[in-house]
């Protein structure tokens, strides 16, 4: 995962811009195959917060709805409402320590 | 039982006659206070007419003649009676817009000098010689005697100056009367042979009008011109009117001025004095008391017995129009009030506006010039940066953010000139067609992110900045464009080294913020200045030798026939702050268009060849100054409303429309909604001045009597500067 340094929208908010990467292997058509893929993703507020002290490369599960980029580009991003870091806070405490 | 006729503030064009049995010749010109309706007004009589047309039993007694006050001069009758005739307004109108407040309320002004000449008393004089205890009252005195006689203003200013109220209160000083208002300091600064040259031109023509249009490039020492044809006036016993743009921004030239004439009385007016101190100078200068009157168009109007000179500085520029009530040009009244009084008038500029260099080309006015600087050896070099191709950083090219850094590291200043302020011009929403549009207007609310704000130029709505888009929802609203807050922004981050000061309204709210801002600059205490048009004025910074010019290009994009002609005005003038000094200066451009003849006369600086091709193009196309204008605009809360009226006036004229005369269709407005009134106007055109006048004088008293909502406004403007 890659993050963007945490600004603030004109409203005042925090909002961090991150792509997530996925990698795993899934089922289709019966026959089981590698998945890969990256994707733009959006968190504002507290979840910007929570974000922006992870590191890249880390592992987290990840709930949120997809929209447009904006209105030229129709490609999808993803706006968090939810995460969770899979092996909980030890990473983010771990890389707090380190920093 | 006599007769008054009275001039009275309410918008319909004429006269009221009420009756007084003490009235004498002498009170032509005396505020006089009447029943108007149900209100008590202060009207100014203005004859003392045999008979009415209205019965006797009609008229109403005047309450009172104020006596207190001197009566106004028959100049000035005659001057706001023309400014009524020339710009169709009610008389009474224009006769309250040139009264001060105080009059107009009808309170009694002290019009004792507030800061009058100190010398020392004999009294004061034993007890310096006495010798004593080397008190800081008994320097001050040294100092005082050491100066000779000394505004009050000025003592305060010295070392021991708190001790100023000490030696009054003493009475070892006292108000001394001014002995020669023309009196100078000793060392006066070097004329250049052009400065002579304009000098003598103007000294030896014959005493009367004698109109001359001053073209000096910046920093050719147009000032220097000004204070020696004051200090001849001065000498001779007369007074001089100097009107400027916006003292505010300038108070450098008022010091330059109160320096100089030390012993002169000069009465300060405009919209930054108090309105006591205001009325206290307008009523000086009516009793002859004053020698030099400094002030914005205002005060073109302040009654001068012994009007001598009129100089108007930077005679091209907007803000001498008026544009709201009487909608006058203070530089044309001035020029009428030269040629009613019989007196010279200079009219100085960097940049003619295209109607007094027409003049000037044509003879009307003398045109005498200044080529050369005064102090820098040379014009600042003016380079343009194509920006067509080329890759910004935050707005800024390459070579310009170059410039800077070598500034920097000379340490020198550098002047980035936008003139728009505020973080960026609109916000809006990526997602949707949401954009932040002001509820009255029609234009958009500026971002001001300093402090989370929207803000409307035009009306002033402000609120703050919305977290999410009103319509869909969408929180990461962007603003769009670019204003000086951005560019402060950028440039800190791209600088860090460097002191950033950015100078727009929004930072200098008061005078007292200005003064500190300017004091800021000329201590050398910033880098990098990040400026709108405040910046472009008659300043003079020493260590400034760059100016880099961004955004530009906007105006090549404004539909009004003046916008380019105000663009290479504005360019020449913020230009011209570089390298005013012993640096070089350098001007970088960036533009799009940089073959666009604007820019290329720009960067020759050649202001002859951008007024001839200017008004050839105004000549083509049947501008001014070449046609003659005037419109005719109304505001309602309905659009259809305000074109229906002008409609309506249009039917009226054209029942008997003159044959010089053009009258165009009623149409919306540019900006077609202000502070929730929809406008619209009806443009008027005569190649001739005198059949427009002549069609107005009838057509405009016709106007009153129109059926008009009761929410419809109207106004008529006369030589508009916008169309």
Known sequence: ?99 | MSIVRVAIPVPVPQLFDYTCDHAVPTDVGRCVRVRFGRRIETGIVVELPATSDIAPARLRPVEQILRDTPAMSADWLALTRFVARYYHAPVGEVMALALPPELRRATTVDIRDDDPLLALTPAGHTALNEGGRPSRARRHLAALVEAGPTRKSVARQWPDGDATADLLRRQWVYPAAPANPALTPPKLPTLTDEQSAVLDAITTAKPGFFPVLLQGVTGAGKTEVYLRLAERSLALGKTVLMMVPEIALTPQFESRITERFPHARIVSLHSGAGDMARSRGFLRALEGDADIVLGTRLSVFTPLPRLGLIIVDEEHDPSYKQQEGVRYSARDVAVWRAHHQAVPIVLGTATPSLESWRHATDGRYRHLRLTKRAVAAQMPTVRLIDTRRAKLDGGLSKPLIEAIGQRLARKEQSLIFLNRRGFAPVLACPSCEWVSACPHCAANRVVHLNDRRLRCHHCGFDSPIPIACPDCGEQDLQPLGRGTQKLEVHLTERFPEARVLRVDRDVARSRGDWLALLAKIHAGEADILVGTQMMAKGHDFERLTLVGVVGADAALYASDFRAPERLFQQLMQVGGRAGRAHLAGEVLIQTEFGDHPLFQCLKRQDADAFARLALDERRQAGFPPFTFQAMLGADAPQLEDAIAFLQRARDDAMTDLPAALMLYDPVPMRMHRLARRERAQLLVESTERAALQQFLGVWVPRLYRLPAGRELRWRVDVDPLDV
Do not use: W
Request: proline residues 4%.
């Open chain 1, 1 to 99: 995962m890659e993050l963007a340094p945490m600004r603030y929208t004109p409203g005042g908010v925090p909002m961090v811009g991150f792509v997530l990467g996925h990698e795993s292997r899934q089922v289709e058509n019966g026959i089981e195959r590698s998945v890969l893929c990256e994707l733009q993703g959006v968190a504002l507020g507290d979840i910007a917060k929570t974000l922006s002290t992870a590191v890249a490369g880390m592992e987290m599960e990840a709930i949120g709805f997809l929209a447009a980029k904006n209105q030229r580009s129709k490609m999808p991003v993803l706006h968090l409402t939810n995460i969770k870091f899979v092996e909980g806070n030890e990473h983010g405490l771990q890389a707090e320590e380190k920093g």
